[in-house]
């Protein structure tokens, strides 16, 4: 596949790493520290308490990003990184919004809110709290959708992904991961 | 045991000789316990005047023994000067543990007296660094910065103390082994790439081997010396790497880069393999990326991943330490060598020399005026027999050091590459006699980078270091002057040092010999008046302030365009009213 290596794109990267103090900082300072914009990032203890995944979106270019994975692996508290862009990954994204909705307005929002398989968490006499969990694209098209009502608030989490099938992280990554902890614990992925 | 206690017990362990440091009330309770450590010489404390020089003393113990250097500092102001030395290391991969004293943990982030955010600031400018909130983790904590230190590639790892954790009693548990799962560095090549790159050397017609730093730490001079007997492959050296290959040896070119010999980059540019050895294609050897080089196969070998096809092609890359990767890829050379290479090489050498005829490393010479290059010259001449340790400051003295000093062994140059930080002369010459004092040690510093650190003059004097330090005085800040002459129109701005004190005078108010020369007949019997001095000397070479520092590859310029000297052959009536400015006070 012909890849122009100066073409920007989004880059979707997730990195186990020791779960400690600081190595968040240490992760974002390499993206920053290169004047890089991190789009999202999303940190949570996996299975394994003493490990931690991070799930980072950034845009730069393919040469950028392959130093910047390189420089990922240097850390001595980065233990695997993957870059999943290219990969038959599933990502999810969570939002919490909430929408003024009038009384004429109402019944549109629930509608909408039923075709995206939302959630109401919250009522009020002149609007809705929405819960939706979906990708990137079913996210953008709810807030689409929803921006004519009038939206109040909108909180976004950053996007989890992992692989599809069992080509990353795979069972000889996982049982390697185990010799290294002495202890036959999972990592924080289907075993 | 208390904190501190482990802190002392744990550096024994290590084999950790001596510490540069200055104290401070966060870090009392390590001095406190240092205090009996020194009774029992167990260890050597060895007291800065200014944090950073501390740091750089460090830096230049690791580099000149091969060990890890140790600092100790206190909290906050301690902490931020000694970034400077932590940045330095990390460029220039030096292994050293840095030791810094915080607040009590109760205490952190209540803008307490004398806090920083000690790792935060210095996360970006270390290997790693960790902040101590147990005192059980002290010991481990202790062992792995010592161990991320000095492996892979080395560099600066910060360890951050908190005044309660130093007081608190613990048990001492030294671990035997550690193991990072999430760190092991690679040190044996791939054999299959390394079988390739030897194919590829005794294909070659004009190789050349451009070896840096990462030869020194790998102390992979035996083995880097072997390859180019082997097959006759001319030798060139990065600002770093000078001594990792014998500088008087026929197959040296030298120093290449923004300031190397024209021979030595023409040599380099027309090469059809660059065999690069512990070297990081850094933007001052290779100028304009893309007229780099252009018919070379390129192979790496570097500790590294990072630093590999980072700027430029690589056709063979091999991770691993120069030394293993070195003595395999000699084998692998002595069992395909088939002769074939001779002739080619023959033909090679004859366009090398010719080369080198054609545009030497050379300046005008002057019975009027020192002439900065000779001052430098004259003390590698009278010193080759005697294999000095020699420690540069940063500037134009640093370019012609690296230029006309010759240096035969590994770890007897000192010098701040990458960071160029001014400052770190005096203090790295500090440390490398700490490190060896058995050795002849000189520093050669220019008159804007001593002024930087000049307070560390009282520590040579307390640890009775017989240094010779010169310094190239030309009255100014001379590499910006330089480029502020030839990029600037001469516009000379904030580069005026003829404001200044009495250098000789001042090293007689320290308690050293300060010693003067201003005319080119001075020169010698005035560097042979230090090195018979037994202690140390200070001496003030007053040399001429139009000099610059040439060839020279202008910043962004591809290499072939390097610029020659300036054309200038001046009237004698001219250096002599010129050299008449310059009789001191």
Redesign the interface.
Known sequence: MPLDLSEVRRYTIAILVENRFGVLSRVSGLFSGRGYNIDSLSVAETLDPTVARMTIVARATQLVIEQLVKQLHKLIDVIKVIDLTDEEHVSREMLLLRVGAAPATRAEILRIADIFRAKIVDVTPLSYTLEVTGDESKISAIVELLRPFGIQEVVRTGKVAIARGSKILSRKDQTKLQQLQGAPRAVGYDS | MTGAQIFCESLKREGVEVIFGLPGEAVLPAYDALFDSLNRKELRHVLARQEAAAGHAAEAYARVTGKVGVCLVTSGPACTNLVTALADAQVDSMPIVAFTGQVPTHLIGNDAFQEADN??IC??CT???Y?VKDVKELAPIIKEAFY?ARSGRPGPVHVDLPKDILLKQGEFAYPEKI?????NPTVEGHPGQIKKAAQAILKARKPILYVGGGVINADAAPELRELAELAQIPVTMTLMGIGAFPGDHPLSLGMLGMHGAWYTNTAVINTDLLIAVGARFDNRVTGKLDAWCPEAEVIHIDI???SIA?NFHVEIPIVGDAKHVLARLNKDLRQLDDGSWKESREAWWQQIKAWKAQHPLTYERSDEIIKPQFVIQEASRLTSHLDPIVATDVGQHQMWAGQYFIVNKPRHWVTSGGLGTMGYGLPAAIGAQVARPDKLVIALLGDGSFQMNMQELSTVVEERLPLKIAIVNNLAHGMVRQWQELFYNRRFIGIDLSVRPDYAKLAEAFGILGLRATKPSEVTPTWERALAHPGPVLIDFAVDPEEACFPMVPAGAAVKDMVLAKPKSEKPEEAKARAAKLTGF
């Open positions: 790792v935060g996360r970006s290997k790693h660094n902040l991320i193991f990072l799962r999430s760190y590294d991943p990072t980072r």
